[in-house]
């Protein structure tokens, strides 16, 4: 309660209506799989459309190298032609690929390739003299003090140069406050210099560091390896998406005799080079790895906490992916994996790909029955596309085009309406054709069937689930009650901690009201009026006394989807002429 100390008119606010609630995105893909760079550890990446996807993980990869896992780039390439507009990936590579270092010279700091593979063999890092400081002397106030025009830009452990024309003395500052800068050495020279236009200075000796692969260019200036300085290195390439930085603090042996003789090195002096000269640093020794020890553990990913999980692990504090793929890999464990993820987050739905090789219907079945998932769709055959790789036409597993399918079809329609009876685009074929016989059989099993209809191009023509259970049979049923569920637990956050009384039962049932009654409008639910569609329940009759008194608010909903019209049934009978007319 407010207080009231002094007589006055008081207005104050209180919420007592309905809170607004947005539907959650379910356009959303994650994808997994092995590619040419990029990290294998942390989060997964967004990407919203192509050209970022070469950027960020390279282009398409070789079949003589990566073999069936090469599928990635093709994926997410055919994602976004069919209509998907944004999605999270997430490398995989097998556990003995490297990265690539810099190769061994006398400097003192080493450049590593931000993630394993070949691609940073690439990298090449310039090098070049610099300095972010420059002041005369202006008086010596001590044995190894000095008052300077300014110290602004001097700190701690900065090397420093003295020049005067021809003569070059190399030191290090110690302190540096108010136009008092204390050096490691005294000057044995006449440092002072008051003339107007000074020709002795102090000037602070950094580094310019340009780090090219490809078309990629990042540019840091004037960085130090003075590790108290905010200029330091290792912070200021932090952010580098190419390489890792590291500040080794070692000279080789080869420089001793330079240290001995000047005393202090600069940091450029650091890489053998001159003050007037430059040095490119290549980088070597990087590895793709054996493919062929690549197994499902490495797509399955490991938890090693925050920002350490990989493969699949990493989507696990993901909440932006509403649809999950990992195109072309058919290895039972992996798909399995993919479902039980689905199915404890129960925020997501799954895209499985049935082996190339599987055509006969008996075959194509034993792989679906593996499974039994209301979370799962399983579509087949494999499409045939052009590669801009090889210059020829490929077969590419389905999954991600469905995605880019479901999104398309998300965007366009709504999650209710069944992603099937739509186009695949960019594709040129179908590695096998299916009978409408055949379809008998595979569609009442859950397999989704692409199929060719003269004059209206390549389809999909299924909508199922991998689920046995007739409730969830169909795709579009299950994805609409994901985006409900998403979407009512992620806009009723502000009820946790209120009062759990009367006056919160009538808002929050408010809220879902009017949320669902949107839903029904936009033609997702069943019914011809809003009681028909759908009801919330909240109140004495959800919750005993012992649910209020544990804290528990318990809200009943029901809700009516439609179902696709899978099956169009026109039925005929013959009009005869009756006698008289």
């Not at 290090?172 to 006449?190: L, M, P, Y």
């Amino acid at each position: 309660m407010a207080e009231y100390l002094s007589p006055g008119v008081y207005v104050e606010e209180f919420d007592s209506g309905p809170v607004p609630m947005e539907g959650v995105s379910t356009s959303t893909a994650g994808f997994i799989g092995m590619a040419e760079r990029g990290d294998v550890q942390g989060q997964p990446v967004l990407i919203t459309n192509f050209s970022e996807f070469l950027r960020n993980f390279g282009g398409y990869l070789s079949q003589n190298e990566y073999g069936d896992y090469r599928y990635l780039a093709y994926g997410v390439e055919h994602f976004f032609i069919n209509g998907g507009s944004r999605c999270y990936v997430m490398r995989v590579a097998p556990e003995d690929a490297k990265c690539s270092v810099s190769k061994k010279c006398s400097n003192v700091v080493q450049f590593t390739a931000k993630n394993p593979g070949m691609w940073g063999n690439g990298i090449r890092v310039s090098v070049y003299p610099s300095s972010k400081a420059k002041t005369p002397i202006l008086e010596v106030v001590g044995e190894k003090s000095y008052r300077v025009k300014s110290n602004a830009g001097f700190n701690p452990g900065d090397i420093v140069r003295f020049v005067d024309g021809d003569t070059v003395i190399t030191n290090k500052v110690v302190t540096a406050q108010d136009n008092i800068i204390e050096f490691e050495n005294a000057f044995e020279e006449d440092v002072v210099d008051k003339n107007l236009l000074p020709k002795k200075f102090i000037i602070t000796c950094e580094i310019d560091v340009e780090v090219k692969y490809s078309d990629t260019i990042e540019t840091y200036e004037k960085v130090s390896f003075n590790i108290q300085a905010p200029n330091y290195i290792e912070k200021k390439m932090i952010k580098s998406d190419l390489v890792q930085t590291k500040y080794i603090g070692k000279i080789e042996p080869s420089m001793e005799d330079e240290v001995a003789v000047e005393g202090i090195l600069t940091p450029f002096a650091m890489f053998g080079k001159e003050e007037s000269e430059s040095v490119t640093i290549s980088l070597e020794s990087g590895s793709n790895g054996s493919v062929s020890s690549m197994a499902a553990s490495d797509f399955m990913g490991k938890d090693l906490g925050p920002g350490k999980r990989s493969g699949l692990q990493a989507f696990v504090d993901n909440d932006q992916v509403s649809i999950m793929a990992i195109p072309g890999i058919v290895d039972p464990n992996v798909q399995l994996a993919l479902v039980a993820h689905c199915e404890n987050l129960k925020s997501r739905f799954a895209i499985l790909d049935v082996p190339r090789e599987e055509k006969k219907v008996p075959d194509v079945l034993a792989h679906r029955d593996m499974f039994d998932t209301q979370y799962a769709a399983m579509y087949h055959p494999w499409l045939e596309v052009f590669d801009p790789l090889d210059k020829r036409t490929i077969a590419v597993p389905p999954s991600a085009s469905m995605a880019g399918i479901y999104s398309r079809s998300d965007l366009s329609r709504g999650v209710h309406k069944a992603p099937a009876n739509e186009v695949v685009r960019a594709c040129t074929g179908l590695d096998c054709q299916y009978s409408t016989g055949e379809q008998d059989i595979l569609n009442p099993k859950g397999v989704n069937l692409i199929r060719s209809f003269t004059g209206r191009g390549i389809r999909v023509w299924g909508a199922r689930t991998c689920s046995s259970n007739g409730l969830w049979k169909y795709i579009n049923v299950r994805r609409l009650f994901i985006f409900l569920e998403e979407s009512i637990k992620r806009n009723t956050d502000w009820v946790v901690f209120e009062p759990n009384d009367e006056m919160l039962w009538a808002r929050v049932n408010r809220t879902i009201e009017l949320f669902l009654s949107t839903v029904w409008r936009s033609g997702a639910l069943a019914g011809t009026t809003a009681s028909d569609a759908f009801f919330v329940n909240i109140g004495r009759s959800t919750m005993t006394q012992d649910d209020i008194d544990n804290g528990r608010l318990i809200c009943v909903i029901g809700v009516a989807p439609v179902k696709p019209a899978e099956f169009v049934i026109f039925r005929i009978t013959q009009k005869t002429a009756e006698s008289g007319e």
